[in-house]
């Protein structure tokens, strides 16, 4: 069975500090895999999307990092923001179906 | 720059009512999907569309209906809503095939609860 396992559920982490979202996925064959932010009454919102070949991606000051062999993935935020706070999904395709995460939820304070 | 736009945004419906969730994509995506999302899940792939006249189910169809008249609309129906269908129920599009590594364009949602 396709799964995606997201940890941790949530944090919360003080403004300008770091932190790091771990996947790991069982989905097989392997296409892609993305990571979404999605603020609180929104839709989910596309940072990164990376394929078999790409180890590392960033966005700004997110960071998506890819271990295809362990099957295992991590979103890095740098420098955190109030506005980091949301839900980060990540979504693991094997090209004909797209499985999802439940979820890390963000909280950043000041 | 409109996107994916989702009306109603909330509902409430009474056991046994019918409703549509209306969508509507500005981008010319030939690709449309409906999505609900409930508290600690991921979110599962209701129906899909590849096009103007085309539509297939995905993981979650029963109770369900949808149709694809212009490329712009991909309206979802509830025709007996039942308490299992409260949740929030996202639109998304894209250019090409969602699975491809084409990134989706999600709507913000319409959140529905079943009384």
């Known amino acids: 069975k396709n799964q995606v396992e997201q940890s941790p559920q949530s944090l919360i982490i003080l403004e300008g500090k770091n932190c790091t979202l771990q996947?790991?996925?069982?989905?097989?064959?392997?296409?892609?895999l993305r990571w979404y932010k999605q603020d609180t009454g929104r839709g989910p919102v596309s940072l990164t999307i990376?394929?078999?070949?790409?180890n590392t991606k960033s966005n700004g000051r997110y960071t998506a990092t890819l271990d295809a062999d362990t099957k295992q993935s991590s979103l890095h935020i740098t420098a955190s923001q109030l506005s980091d706070s949301a839900s980060y999904i990540c979504?693991?395709?094997?090209?004909?179906?797209?499985?999802f995460g439940a979820g890390t939820t963000v909280t950043v304070r000041a | 720059n409109a996107g994916v736009t989702q009306t109603p945004k909330f509902r409430i419906l009474k056991i046994g009512q019918s409703m549509t969730l209306q969508c509507a994509q500005d981008?010319?995506?030939?690709?449309m999907y409906w999505y609900r999302q409930d508290p600690g899940m991921g979110l599962k792939l209701i129906y899909y569309?590849?096009?103007?006249?085309?539509?297939d189910k995905g993981e979650v169809p029963n109770g369900y209906n949808v149709s694809r008249s212009t490329t712009e609309d991909f309206p979802l129906r509830l025709e007996l809503a039942a308490p299992s269908q409260t949740s929030v129920y996202f639109c998304?599009?894209?250019?090409?095939?969602?699975?491809?590594?084409?990134?989706?364009?999600f709507g913000d949602g319409t959140r529905l609860s079943i009384l």
């Open positions: 998304a599009s894209s250019y090409s095939r969602q699975e491809t590594g084409q990134p989706q364009h």
């Open positions: 996947c790991n996925y069982t989905v097989s064959p392997f296409s892609n």
């Open positions: 990376m394929t078999f070949s790409e």
């Open positions: 979504v693991v395709s094997n090209d004909y179906k797209l499985s």
């Open positions: 981008m010319n995506h030939n690709y």
């Open positions: 569309s590849v096009g103007a006249g085309i539509t």
